[in-house]
């Protein structure tokens, strides 16, 4: 039988049934770091918005992000443009430039911020087009918003045009781009400074809503150091100043994903959502279970507690948004999943384990000269935390690059704690199977979905299940292509019956999907396919 292209995918294809009748709203919802275990785990059964969505919506069980890179820009890039990072140009949260110095991933010289202090930023890197994008160009009357912790999330959901694209950035309250506008909206500027003079006047102490079922408090060694996990936590109190530590504080809390959904609400009620003559799309990215999950890990009482606060405040705010535009529709999904960190998994009797990777490619450059000779190592890790060929290191009389290559390669695969490796050349050509389920992928193709000539490394690595990356300031960490850190929640709710789904789909189905469901064609091709969601009856 004939395949599909990757790059000619019609929408066309799953149109044999009828669309439901379009809403006036579509929310799309990205909680970062909320892998499909958790999700099953902690929030299915809850009673708010979590748990509403899983009983009463269409449920993929087994969503995989296909690229290897779980990280927020290569995961965020996906879920509204129905490309893998390949084609999205993410390839990882930042990259070298040809001198080595980091590229943010959403930096953009014309996206002075709004005041605010920061690296200018915007879409100037995301070569695909969004489903708001398409939404905007086909139906009259349509609007696009995107509304985030992280300026990466907002970004990469709303793509290069969109009505109005916001995100925290501390002291500032929420903030934007000039990238999308010069001033921000009446409605933002008046939920800052309430936020702001809240968050000043006011003590805030991290309890747990309910102490019922909670992992007890427990210590670990991590990093030299000894950390004790529990609540409840001090994040400020009256008179203490709101700087950096604090802000980075605050964004390890609940509250910080309760400030988002404030101003989604006040979004909301400011653009009048689902009351225009077309269809308004929000793509809202939650942000304070990846800040939880690095700094306390995923398995303790800190996470629980964040799903349970987390479902609370997703559910009031669903409930204000059905009272506003009846028979609005909401997708549920995630960035990238994560591990917990090492030392709990070890104290479980689970073999994880931290690796160094500075320490792990000194190693790897001192074999590879032995091997090759040369006096100075041949790669430097990058900010992507791939392997990047140093040019001054391919000096007259030293190996060809395809040798060079050829023995990184070698050099790489012969160590105990990689799965695979695969070199930037031989990526860029190979070409996946597209008709291949994301379960089955294998670790090189996973990697090629995550290639970006030009941005991606000379050398990619996939270490070992459960070894992880460390990341000083971090206690947990994600980016792996393994499925705890690619598998994912999604699931469809609105129009469509309750049911659950197995077998394996992709979060480049989720545009695709809306799209049909929508009457909208994309803009380019895409990656991704149209699921079948179950017609009520």
């Not at 296909?66 to 129905?82: Q, Y």
């Not at 959502?273 to 009482?301: E, F, K, M, Q």
């Not at 996939?462 to 792996?480: I, K, N, R, T």
């Not at 699931?491 to 999907?513: K, Q, S, Y």
Request: proline share 8%.
């Amino acid at each position: 039988m004939r395949k599909a292209s990757w790059l000619a995918i019609p929408l066309a294809m799953a149109l044999a049934a009828a669309p439901p009748a379009r809403p006036k709203l579509v929310v799309v919802v990205s909680v970062d770091q909320l892998s499909a275990e958790l999700m099953s785990r902690w929030a299915k059964d809850l009673p708010g918005g979590l748990g509403r969505l899983w009983r009463d919506g269409a449920v993929f069980q087994d969503a995989y992000h296909d690229h290897a890179a779980t990280e927020t820009g290569p995961g965020h890039s996906v879920l509204l443009t129905g490309r893998h990072p390949w084609h999205t140009g993410i390839p990882a949260n930042d990259w070298p430039d040809a001198q080595g110095h980091a590229v943010y991933c959403v930096a953009d010289p014309a996206g002075k911020l709004i005041g605010a202090a920061g690296t200018p930023v915007g879409p100037a890197n995301l070569t695909a087009s969004t489903l708001g994008e398409w939404l905007t160009g086909q139906i009259p009357g349509s609007r696009s918003f995107a509304l985030a912790g992280k300026d990466r999330a907002a970004i990469l959901m709303a793509g290069h045009r969109a009505q109005g694209v916001y995100w925290f950035a501390g002291a500032a309250g929420f903030t934007g781009s000039e990238a999308y506008a010069a001033t921000l909206p009446a409605w933002l500027q008046t939920y800052n400074h309430g936020l702001l003079a809240r968050i000043s006047d006011e003590s805030l102490f991290w309890n747990a809503l309910d102490p019922v079922g909670l992992p007890p408090a427990a210590s670990y060694s991590v990093h030299g150091q000894t950390l004790v996990m529990g609540l409840p936590r001090a994040v400020h109190g009256i008179g203490m100043p709101l700087d950096g530590a604090f802000w980075t504080r605050f964004k390890g809390t609940p509250f910080f994903d309760e400030a988002t959904l404030g101003a989604a609400e006040a979004l909301a009620e400011g653009e009048h959502l689902g009351r225009g003559p077309g269809v308004d799309l929000l793509a809202l990215g939650l942000s304070a279970t990846d800040y939880i999950g690095h700094r306390y890990g995923n398995g303790g009482p800190e996470m629980l507690d964040n799903l349970r606060r987390l479902d609370r405040a997703l559910g009031t705010f669903l409930d204000h948004l059905q009272a506003r535009a009846p028979g609005f529709w909401v997708v549920l999904t995630a960035d990238h999943g994560c591990a917990d960190f090492p030392e709990r998994l070890q104290a479980q009797g689970i073999p994880a384990r931290r690796v160094f990777l500075r320490a792990w490619a000194d190693a790897f450059n001192q074999a590879l000269t032995q091997r090759l000779g040369g006096t100075r190592p041949y790669f430097r890790v990058g900010p992507d935390h791939q392997l990047h060929l140093d040019p001054a290191a391919l000096q007259a009389g030293g190996p060809a690059r395809a040798e060079l290559l050829a023995a990184a390669v070698a050099v790489a695969k012969a160590s105990p704690d990689i799965a695979e490796a695969c070199s930037g050349d031989d990526l860029a050509a190979f070409t996946p199977d597209p008709d291949q389920a994301p379960d089955q992928r294998s670790l090189r193709a996973r990697l090629r979905l995550s290639f970006v000539p030009g941005r991606s490394g000379d050398l990619l690595l996939a270490f070992q299940p459960l070894c992880v990356l460390d990341d000083p300031g971090e206690v947990a960490s994600h980016g792996s292509p393994h499925d705890y850190d690619r598998r994912v929640p999604l699931i469809f709710w609105g129009p469509w019956r309750a049911e659950r789904r197995t077998g394996p789909v992709r979060t480049v189905d989720l545009a695709p999907t809306l799209a049909r469901e929508l009457g909208l064609a994309s803009a380019n091709p895409v990656d991704g396919r149209p699921l079948d969601l179950p017609r009520r009856p």
